[in-house]
């Protein structure tokens, strides 16, 4: 009976079925392999995934600590540089009001004496001198030690006085660190 399926079309079946379950083996086989590959795949592009996860937190991380680092510069330059203007104000206001202290004793030094000149006219002059004209005596106050009156004086002293302290603001303003001090990054770089 084996005899007659082991004709030529028997044969040929049996070759095909043999054919067919090594084709079948050998999918198998194949689709074992592809499995394990995507498994290992999958867990790669998982990693991937995590790492990019893991850097966008760094860098927002770096950036929050970046933004908060500017701020506190800002604030310490914005505090150094209020006291510096605190500082030179005062300086001006005081040195400001001795200059005009002084500007008012002299002025009430001269009038004193005018007043006293005025009130004994003989006791000053040894020797009649001519008078100068009205135009050549200048201010009626007459001019102070350096040869100006003394309200031009006083103009001149505290525009000086600015100017003077206008430079030391601007020397103070100059050696104010407005760079932050280097921050370590989050990676250790």
Sequence with gaps: MILRFLNWQGVVGIAIGIAFAALLVIQKIETGHWKKRSASFEQLYRQEQASLAATI?????AADSARAADQANAARVAAQQRTI???????????????????????????????????????RRDTPMPGLPASAAGSPEGPG????????????????????????????????????APVASPTGD
Excluded: C, M, Y
């Excluded at 937190?57 to 991380?61: F, L, T, Y």
């Excluded at 005009?100 to 004994?120: F, G, H, M, P, T």
């Design 57 to 61: 937190a760094n860098a927002r991380a």
């Design 145 to 180: 030690k350096d040869g100006l009156p003394p309200d031009d004086a006083l103009i001149a002293t505290e525009q000086a006085i600015q100017l003077d302290e206008l430079i030391h603001w601007i020397r103070a303003q100059a050696k104010v660190d407005n760079n932050p």
């Design 85 to 123: 203007n605190e500082r030179t104000s005062n300086d001006f206001e005081a040195r400001l009001a001795a200059a005009r202290a002084i500007a008012a004793n002299l002025v009430s030094q001269r009038l004193r004496v005018q007043s006293e000149a005025a009130a004994d006219p003989g006791a």
